[in-house]
C-alpha cells in the first residue's frame, strides 16, 4: 500500500460560542475564541489518500482528479467565509479544529473512489491541529 | 465505520544532554556516541508533538480544552525539561541516557494521566533531521 498526500491552504474566520452556556460560561470555555465578530485562521489542509498503483499509471489516484475534488469539496465551501455562518455542514457546531476536521473527512470520504482516504490532518496554525482516522485504521 | 478524531498539539523546549553510560568504557562511550559523548554536553531546540483522542464533546466541540492541555504539558514536561540538563535535573536520566528515544518514552509516562483524553502518541523532533515517536507499549 502507497499513501499519497495533497496539500491546500484556505483562510476562514470562526468563533466560538455556545447558545446553551451563559455568556460567563462560553467566556470561560472558550477565552478569547469567543470575541463576537469572530477572528481567522490560514488552515492548512493535507489529505492522504492510500491505495495500490495502478500497473498502468503507476499512480494510486490522479492528483488532479484529487485536486479537484478538493476545490470542489473544500475550497469553494470554506475558503475566506465565515465557518459558523455559511458552511451548512457546521451549523449547530462549535468549528474548532476537530469538528471542521470531520466534516472535511465526511465530505470527502464518499468522493473518493479510487484508493481509500486514509487521513485527513487540519492545521489551525503551526502548533494546532486535528487528524481523523477511519475507525479502526489507527 | 466511522471517523476517529486526534488532537494534536506542539510544543518546544530547550535542554543539554550528554550522552554516556558508566557501563561502557571511555573508548566505547565516544565510538557509540561520538560527538554526543563530550564531557561537558551540548543542547537542542526539541519540539514535542502530542496527540490525544477521544469524543468530541457536543457542547465545545472539543476533544480537550487546550487551556487544560497546555497546563498539563507545561507542568509535566516543560518546566521540568526547559532550560535545564536532561542528565542532572530529570530524576529519569540519572540512570539511563538522554537519547531521543529515551526522552519519547519518558514524557509519554509523564503525560499518559492526562485526566481529559486518551493519549495516543508522541514526537521529538531533537533537530530538523532527527524525531522520534513512542505510542506506549
Known amino acids: ?138 | 465505520m466511522g471517523v476517529k478524531v486526534e488532537l494534536g498539539r506542539r510544543y518546544r523546549f530547550a535542554a543539554s544532554h550528554r550522552l554516556h553510560t558508566d557501563q561502557l568504557s571511555e573508548e566505547e562511550n565516544a565510538r557509540i556516541f561520538g560527538k554526543c559523548a563530550n564531557p561537558y554536553g551540548h543542547g537542542h531546540n526539541y519540539v514535542l508533538e502530542i496527540s490525544v483522542s477521544g469524543d468530541v464533546d457536543p457542547a465545545t466541540g472539543m476533544i480537550a480544552n487546550l487551556a487544560d492541555l497546555d497546563s498539563f504539558v507545561e507542568r509535566e514536561v516543560i518546566e521540568v525539561f526547559d532550560c535545564h540538563s536532561l542528565n542532572e535535573d530529570v530524576a529519569a536520566f540519572r540512570k539511563t541516557v538522554p537519547t531521543t528515544e529515551n526522552l519519547c518514552i519518558e514524557i509519554f509516562e509523564r503525560l499518559k494521566s492526562f485526566p481529559k483524553a486518551k493519549l495516543e502518541r508522541v514526537r521529538v523532533q531533537e533537530t530538523t533531521n532527527n524525531s522520534f515517536e513512542y505510542a506506549g507499549k
Not at chain 1, 51 to 58: H, I, K, W, Y
Open chain 1, 1 to 138: 500500500m502507497v499513501l499519497i498526500t495533497r496539500k491546500i491552504e484556505f483562510s476562514a474566520s470562526h468563533l466560538y460560542h455556545n447558545p446553551a452556556l451563559s455568556p460567563e460560561e462560553n467566556r470561560r470555555v472558550f477565552g478569547k475564541c469567543n470575541n463576537p465578530h469572530g477572528h481567522g485562521h490560514n488552515y492548512t489542509l493535507e489529505v492522504t489518500v492510500a491505495g495500490e498503483p495502478d500497473p498502468v499509471t503507476g499512480m494510486v489516484l490522479d492528483l488532479k482528479e484529487l485536486k479537484e475534488i478538493l476545490e470542489r469539496e473544500v475550497m469553494q465551501r470554506m475558503d475566506h467565509r465565515f465557518l459558523n455562518y455559511e458552511v451548512t455542514e457546521l451549523k449547530g457546531q462549535i468549528p474548532t479544529c476537530e469538528n471542521i476536521a470531520r466534516v472535511i473527512w465526511e465530505l470527502l470520504e464518499p468522493k473518493i473512489t479510487q484508493g481509500q482516504l486514509h487521513r485527513v490532518r487540519l492545521y489551525e496554525s503551526a502548533d494546532l491541529f486535528a487528524d481523523c482516522y477511519r475507525n479502526g485504521a489507527r
